[in-house]
T-cell receptor, first 109, second 111 residues
């Protein structure tokens, strides 16, 4: 199956700063890359996704970039707020989603 | 609208006991269904997925099994639980291969 690596495992930023989480994948057939946010004790929730026919997608303060040649994609959160604090997961999928190990984001007020 | 139900929410089971977790989806037909496990502080590990009734693909060979007796029902089972089976079990569905939606999860503690 696919192998997805995610970095960093923890990330601490000051409120208002930007946060970047990076993922790499191994299977060049993967063509769908969702990002999930999981608050403590809750289910993961889809926050943004990108398909392989585009290189960038933005939704308000959240953006995702994809480099298919290098097989890596990134989540960018601008103007971070304390409520952005959570664990974020990336995933890569051709048919079935394989998830990264997660990044715990802490936004300090 | 589509909803996914997963139960029970929490479960404490002794080592060697059987397990049955159930997941049902409403409001859609022929969904793809998935079971993931999340160990404490870890990522999401894909256990099983299904594209149709009776069709199960296993990602991790172990003492767990899955079944799909109906289109919108997915069951995770074990005949004998191990301590290492403890974790947060999440069922998910998708239409085609995009946009996985997760259930609320079952927190299993094997003692």
């Amino acid at each position: 199956g696919e192998n997805v690596e995610q970095h960093p495992s923890t990330l601490s930023v000051q409120e208002g700063d930007s946060a970047v989480i990076k993922c790499t994948y191994s299977d060049s057939a993967s063509n769908y890359f969702p990002w999930y946010k999981q608050e403590l004790g809750k289910r993961p929730q889809l926050i943004i996704d990108i398909r392989s026919n585009v290189g960038e997608k933005k939704d308000q303060r959240i953006a995702v970039t994809l480099n298919k040649t290098a097989k890596h994609f990134s989540l960018h959160i601008t103007e971070t707020q304390p409520e952005d604090s959570a664990v974020y997961f990336c995933a890569a999928s051709e048919f079935v989603g394989y998830f990264g190990s997660g990044t715990k984001l802490n936004v300090k007020p | 609208s589509q909803t996914i139900h997963q139960w029970p929410a929490t479960l404490v089971q002794p080592v060697g006991s059987p397990l049955s977790l159930e997941c049902t989806v409403e409001g859609t037909s022929n969904p793809n269904l998935y079971w993931y496990r999340q160990a404490a502080g870890r990522g999401l590990q894909l256990l099983f997925y299904s594209v149709g009734i009776g069709q199960i693909s296993s990602e991790v060979p172990q003492n767990l099994s899955a079944s799909r007796p109906q289109d919108r029902q997915f069951i995770l089972s074990s005949k004998k639980l191990l301590l290492s089976d403890s974790g947060f079990y999440l069922c998910a569905w998708s239409v085609g291969r995009y946009g996985y939606t997760f259930g609320s999860g079952t927190r299993l503690t094997v003692v």
